[in-house]
């Protein structure tokens, strides 16, 4: 019997050689591609890229094989691409979806396929239920006699083109910010840095090869995964340090002096630096707001409020995002897992573009982002997020389970202002502290996010989460 293939919160991951087999590739590209064929019109169309992990290549090429065979025109990349870019190529060249090849940023054991659809948009639920429904009960399709053609296309110059439009690459280059880039052996590798040496922005870029081990780390922009960047600015006495995941998707910022930047407080210092430098996002009729997920922090929902615009929530999982992207009603959208897109960009988490509006941001404010964020915390208040993930035993399931089921009024001797299921149970407290714990749709973990006024309010509210959950 083989086993059941599951799109979670962003496509199907799983552990190479285990699950992650040619085979069971044929059986999920053989539902992705059934399923483009019972809704394309004419003429189906497919781009399909993948990262630089083990054996990504020949899943791609097996992929455009069989979706070849089934009278689908295959855009195949000729190398490791960002899925950002692959979003950007999908609207480009119209096609009617694309494959990524990639498990984000998850540890070198795994492998996985995103799902984008025409639009670019990761694949909302209704479209992976139906592409899980024709994995495990195929429906007869008759096959062409022969198959579409499979071309191999560079999305790279396009995309590079187009950003080179929406971030301005000259105030970064006239400040003489000094940046170094760490792709972490990721699809990055040759797309940020390569925009910026074009652009004629000195920058030193680190780990710019293929290593499927990732270094012995997962390709994952978090603080503890960022030491030799952070040894790298050291070096060459740098302003600021980025990162981007094993798609390119996720962003990872070192402020001058090393520090670690919490991707929530990013979002927030963005959107103030969009509204106050882009025509497009304030004034004038059109009037947006931002969106981000339940689990991202409320110093966005001050920021919304401090310029009166309205603020979107959404279950995590940015397809929700993508959505109020392509409805056009926000100047920018996030989560706090380190994803950001804005207003006429693709409604896909971009980890080069948010790196490089962070660059703008700091050569045009010339202030530090620490600085920045002292700034923005007077203006607004302050807001300390943290978040933890407890390993997924069947105990914790099941307590975790039975607990966020009941109803509560008093979380740990506060009282609880505001029960919030959009996703998982978030209960906010008088003081607008707040604590949300969910299962992880992407690994086997339950996550535990808290954020308070202070830094010593998080660790507090930190360690009566975990008495809460698991005492
Ligand atoms: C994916 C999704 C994100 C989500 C993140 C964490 O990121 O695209 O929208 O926030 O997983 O989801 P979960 O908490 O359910 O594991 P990526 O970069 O892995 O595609």
Known sequence: MSSPIHFGTSGWRAVIAEEFTMANVRRAVGGIARHIVSTATDAPSLIVGYDPRFLSEKFAALAAEIAAQHGIH?????EAVPTPTIAFAI?????DGGINFTASHNPAE???IKFSMANGAPALPEVT???EAEIANPSPVALPASPAPIERADFRPAYLEDLAQKVNLEVIRSAGLRLVYDPLYGAGRGYLDGLLAQAGVPAVSLHGRRDVLFGGHPPDPADEHLGELRQAMAETGAHLGLATDGDADRFGILDEGGAFISPNHILALVLDYLIESRPWAAGGTWQGGTAKSVATTHLLNAVAAYHHIPLY????GFKYIGELIEQDKIILGGEESAGMTIRRHVPEKDGILACLLTAEMVASRRMSLAQQLEELFRKVGSYYPGRWNVPLTEPVKKQFIERSRQEYSSFEGRRVAKTDRTDGLKLVLEDGSWVLFRLS???PVCRLYCEAPTQKGLEELAAAARRFLFG
């Open 441 to 443: 749709g992407t690994e």
């Open 129 to 131: 239920r139906k592409i």
């Open 91 to 95: 609207r480009q060249r119209k096609t």
């Open 110 to 112: 795994y492998n996985g």
């Open 74 to 78: 295959c855009y195949l990349s000729p």
């Open 313 to 316: 929530e959404t279950p995590v």
